[in-house]
């Protein structure tokens, strides 16, 4: 055994671990400089920063009955978006699958309008929809739907792509027609996966519903603006308290069901 070979092929591996080193050193500084950043101002404001969180406690917890309804309102909102974005993702994802869909000028457009659809942020879309609808929690039912049927139907297509083709392969050779190949051949094999992304778009949902309310979609977001808007930063905290709780019983509830379903 050569000592000097072993050198020679461990610098490789250190020379891309110093480049990359450098490569982040000069993205961060880069940001840094171009962002108008001051670590000054950052230490300077350090004293506002700590009277703001002294203000926020203790929080208080009789503002609970003041916003229990609107957090099921939050719930309420994820649930349909979730459930009608799942809806329209089921034939956007098989328009998008090439092994579903062989003719590339159809499921490449579709591709593309998924790609624009995750584009828009889903505070974007809710302020477009507030401006259709007006205020309320439809805006934000509109917002959700689209925003999880383009998350769906993305990880839905990948996985459909990634199938096993035997069985399809048998269907066609006796066969089947293609309502029966994808109903008896590729559903089976990829609703287990479909349960999962909606799953996981719901707990999204719900940490996107919560802040929805600030461009008027209602929700417990409404409530953050009212409390910080009148500086009465104990009830903002509550209203993060709460929401906190929910997300973490949610996504606890969620990856319980993802693990029995997986």
């Given at each position: 055994m050569n000592p000097n070979a072993d050198r020679m092929r461990d610098k490789p591996g250190r020379t891309k671990h110093v480049l990359t080193a450098v490569l982040v050193l000069l993205l961060l500084w880069g940001s840094y400089a171009q962002t108008g950043s001051s670590i000054t101002a950052l230490v300077q404001g350090l004293p506002n920063m700590l009277e703001l969180l002294r203000e926020m406690f203790p929080p208080r917890?009789?503002?609970?009955?003041?916003i229990a309804g609107a957090m099921l309102e939050t719930v309420r909102m994820a649930i349909a978006g979730t459930t009608f974005g799942a809806m329209l993702a089921i034939p956007v994802s098989l328009l998008s699958a090439s092994n579903v869909i062989r003719r590339g000028w159809i499921f490449y457009p579709v591709r593309l309008v998924l790609n624009l659809i995750r584009a828009i942020p889903d505070l974007l879309l809710a302020s477009i929809f507030v401006a259709v609808f007006g205020l309320g929690v439809v805006p934000g039912i509109f917002a959700l739907s689209i925003f999880s049927m383009g998350l769906i139907a993305k990880l839905t297509f990948e996985s459909v792509e990634t199938i096993d083709p035997g069985p399809l392969e048998a269907m066609t050779a006796v066969g089947a027609n293609k309502i029966q190949w994808i109903v008896y051949g590729l559903i089976?094999?990829?609703?287990?996966?479909f349960i999962s992304y909606v799953l996981y778009t719901f707990e999204i949902n719900v940490r996107a519903a919560a802040i929805l309310g600030l461009v008027g979609a209602g929700g417990i977001g409404q409530y953050y603006?009212?409390?910080?808007?009148?500086?009465e930063y104990d009830k903002t905290n509550t209203i993060i308290v709460f929401t906190l709780a929910v997300v973490l019983l949610i996504d606890y509830a969620s990856t319980w069901l993802r693990g029995k379903l997986g």
């Open positions: 917890w009789s503002y609970l009955d003041n089976p094999q990829v609703s287990p996966s603006e009212k409390t910080l808007g009148f500086l």
